[in-house]
DNA sequence: GTTATCACCTCACATCGGGT
DNA sequence: ACCCGATGTGAGGTGATAAC
């Protein structure tokens, strides 16, 4: 009790603290570096030499080496520069410091974006959709980011972690980006880190026994192995693919047939020190040409994730996936490799880091004073509502106890509570095993269903020997919802099956619901049988549940809006494009969804999609907001403040809100050391920002989106469409027990013209000559 | 059953520089 | 002004895993 007491106003006034990868820099600073610019140099450098291979051969200097290439340059003081030679403090790191901060200043000014010569900003791509304000074409930090970027990228990292395969242990070394971000404003420097895998010396083909020893065995395993080849001198190593199998070194003629194809000294030395069992690999290069002949020892795997399987085939490490796992970062882990380099770089360049960040660097969080601190902030959880009124959590067995206690939020009215369920093993001969397995699932399967208030009718499991069959029985039966249960022998018919159903009418339905069961995979347990149930009520259009209504936004619309293109099935070489359209209201209920299929001019949208579902009877007296995966072109923009006129639109204009799922590299926001919650939010403009969504818990650290909003009339409010697209992230049919990235707007838009797409339907939609289509596909979320 | 995480691969496309 | 290849970048797909 005491306990309680204590803990509770603790828990209560420490409002979470949020932070990210985000570093203020000094406005003063950044000026002050820029000032210091020196006169372009009178000779273009060769674009081939970027400044940190200069930077790397200055670090290897010695003291004296060091000193005259001050003098040479002039940046001593005797000539007016200002790099002391001698003196208290002038050490050589201290005149190292300078000389690397001279070079990167030098650097850029040569690409800074007043030279016409830049070209790096405009085609970097930040240059473009500039973070923090859309308006600057080139943020006052970006020249800061590109500084860090240059001092990290002179040095070969120490490699912070390693990972171990077959008998090597593989190092992986940290990469940093840095970009140019603002917050409200105040310049800042985004970090991103990531890990790469280096190839240790040893590990190469010679090494490999597969490939070695049991070369002749192996040959049809090892074709098609990705390889960087170890050339000459200087050449750097370059990729190619194994083809085939030449012999081993001591067959007739071979060790003097390839002394003359090579020209290497340094090669030839190598061949002739080869042993005579050694094999040799003929090559095809990336770059093109003709196969090249290479000694296995000269030959090292590529270690990236499409050739992890081939090599794990190859018997030295039997699970695949060991790269991509040792590379996934941690929250805390990912915060200490950013510190470290921060603090490496203080030490390489303590003048640059003092200039940008004179009290230190720290990261941009809520505990800072001013609009800084306040940008933070973390949205709260709307509850869900289900049958009877009943508010609980949207996730999990609460969610699950609710419905099954007082029903879902709505039976879609036609239906009411009444289903016929079918279910049918898709094999020719299925094995009495399998028919028992499907029956057990389908029995308990209905049995969900049941606990979520359906009252489901249902033959016994039947079985069918193509999916047409299958269907057939189905209408004899007055089905709505079919569950195929897949054998071996129906793995390549997934596609075909929801197609049919797609196209099939069922009983008070729009479209035949189905469900997808392979019997493969391991026994179904609870927790999918729950979601696999949610799902199908999902797929036959009731609500299972709705978000608790959120003050101050009554009436609104929210819109998802996606497009996709695709080769066209019946004009080869062009493509088609797929835009799905979908409508709900604030509560995350579907109002009704929209394909449109057909060919468009560049990426906008058309009008008439937009004109179609974006009727008076839908729009009238409420919000609108439209969240569009990707950018509004301009021409949308401009449709679109026109339509909002006609159809009377609350507030004047719609609102356009951009979701951006990849955002090279967002920033990265935590909590203390760990991830930030999700609904935790960074506004950086007063039309952009990032949130945390999605309750996955990975090892990794938490991507999270960028929102952009593009400008209107009442102004751009980036917190409200960021607390929209949160409250939409909470809506799913598909799981219960985790809640996904994306809001379900554009994850609904985005499913259906995949779904379309895979099947094949949006082609068939199409009726007769016409090239386009634009259909209404009604409430049933045919794509969970 | 679904979800996100990581890096890399491939493909498509834009742009730049060096020519004519 | 034009072409062509080189270069760089973005989007989308890949696969294992653990959680509920």
């Known amino acids: 009790m005491r306990a309680y007491q204590r803990a509770r106003p603790a828990a209560a006034s420490s409002a979470i603290s949020l932070c990210a990868d985000i570093f203020p820099v000094s406005a003063a600073g950044v000026e002050a570096l820029r000032r210091q610019q020196q006169p372009p140099l009178g000779r273009r450098q060769g674009p081939g030499g970027p400044l940190p291979s200069e930077i790397q051969r200055v670090q290897q200097l010695s003291v004296a080496d060091l000193k005259s290439l001050v003098q040479s340059k002039g940046w001593h003081k005797a000539a007016g520069g200002d790099i002391g030679l001698a003196g208290a403090g002038r050490t050589r790191e201290a005149i190292l410091s300078d000389i690397v901060r001279k070079l990167v200043l030098e650097e850029q000014v040569k690409s800074s974006p007043a030279t016409p010569s830049a070209s790096s900003f405009r085609s970097s791509r930040w ?13 006052p930090s970006s020249g800061a980011a590109q500084m860090l970027q240059w001092l990290t990228d002179s040095t070969d990292l120490p490699c912070s972690k390693s990972t171990r395969w077959g008998s090597w242990t593989i190092p992986l070394r940290p990469v940093f980006r840095y970009k140019p971000i603002e917050i409200s404003g105040e310049p800042c420097i985004s970090v991103v880190a990531s890990h790469e895998a280096i190839p240790p010396p040893d590990l190469h083909l010679g090494a490999l026994p597969a490939c070695a020893k049991d070369a002749e065995r192996n040959v049809e395993l090892i074709k098609g192995l990705q390889v960087m080849m170890l050339a000459g001198t200087g050449r750097p190593p370059s990729g190619g693919s194994i083809v085939g199998l030449k012999g081993r070194l001591g067959a007739a003629g071979l060790r003097e047939w390839l002394m003359g194809v090579c020209t290497s000294e340094d090669t030839k030395r190598l061949i002739s ?127 699950w106890g609710a419905m099954t206690r007082t029903g879902l939020y709505q039976y879609e009215p036609t239906m009411g509570r009444q289903l016929a369920a079918f279910g049918v093993v898709l094999s020719r001969n299925p094995s009495p095993a399998e ?39 189905a209408k004899k039966v007055g089905a709505q919802v079919v569950v195929f249960f897949a054998t071996a022998d129906a793995q390549g018919l997934y596609h075909t099956a929801k197609r049919e159903c797609m196209l099939r009418k069922a009983p008070k339905l729009h479209h035949l619901a189905s469900q997808w069961i392979d019997l493969q995979r391991e026994k179904h347990d609870f927790y999918a049988l729950a979601s696999i149930g949610l799902g199908i009520c999902g797929k036959l259009g009731h609500t299972p549940y709705v978000l608790d209504s959120d003050a101050g936004q009554k009436n609104q619309l929210l819109v998802g809006m996606d497009v996709c293109h695709y080769p066209d099935p019946k004009a080869a070489g062009q493509m088609m494009h797929v835009v799905a359209g979908h409508l709900q209201g604030s509560d995350g209920g579907v109002e009704s969804s929209w394909l449109y299929a057909g060919h468009i001019d560049g990426e906008s949208i058309p009008p008439v999609v937009y004109r179609t579902l974006l009727t008076s009877e839908a729009c009238s007296g409420r919000q609108v907001t439209i969240h569009r995966d990707g950018r509004f072109t301009d021409i949308e923009k401009k449709f679109l403040a026109e339509h909002a006129k006609e159809v009377g639109v609350e507030g004047g204009g719609f609102t356009l809100v951009e979701v951006v799922k990849h955002a090279a590299g967002s920033p990265r926001l935590y909590s203390g050391r760990d991830n930030a919650p999700p609904g935790s939010f960074l506004r950086l403009s007063s039309s952009e920002g990032l949130l945390v969504a999605g309750d996955s818990r990975c090892a990794g650290t938490r991507n999270p989106l960028l929102l952009r909003v593009v400008e209107q009339p009442g102004g751009p409010n980036v917190e409200q469409a960021a607390k929209d697209i949160y409250r939409m992230s909470l809506v799913t049919y598909s799981n219960l027990w985790t809640k996904p990235r994306l809001p379900a707007t554009t994850r609904a838009a985005d499913a259906a013209a995949y779904f379309h797409a895979s099947t094949g339907t949006h082609a068939m939609l199409r009726s007769g000559e016409s090239s386009e289509a634009l259909r209404f596909l009604g409430r049933q979320q045919y794509w969970l």
Not at 290 to 305: C, D, E, I, N, V
Not at 347 to 369: D, H, K, M
Not at 453 to 467: D, K, R, Y
């Open 127 to 139: 240059g473009r959709p500039a973070w923090g304000s859309e308006s600057s074409t080139s943020s």
């Open 273 to 399: 020190q080869a042993s005579d069992d050694e094999v040799l690999w003929e090559v095809q290069p990336n770059r093109g040409g003709g196969s090249l002949t290479f000694l296995g020892s000269r030959l090292q795997p590529k270690l990236s994730a499409s050739n992890t399987e081939q090599l794990s085939r190859l018997s030295v490490s039997q699970d695949p996936s060991w790269l991509m796992r040792a590379c996934v970062l941690p929250p805390g882990e990912r915060q200490s490799l950013v510190d470290g380099e921060l603090g490496r770089l203080q030490r390489v360049s303590t003048e640059i880091l003092g200039t940008l960040f004179p009290s230190g660097w720290e990261r941009a969080s809520s505990s800072q004073a001013e609009s800084l601190g306040r940008s933070f902030s973390v949205f709260p959880q709307p509850s869900a509502v289900v049958g009877g009124g009943v508010r609980v959590k949207s996730v999990g067995k609460a969610l």
């Open 435 to 473: 028919m028992r397995q499907a029956e057990r699932t389908f029995s308990e399967l209905s049995d969900i269903l049941g606990e979520l208030g359906l009252e489901v009718s249902a033959p016994g499991v039947a079985s069918a020997g193509s999916v047409v069959e299958a269907l057939d029985l």
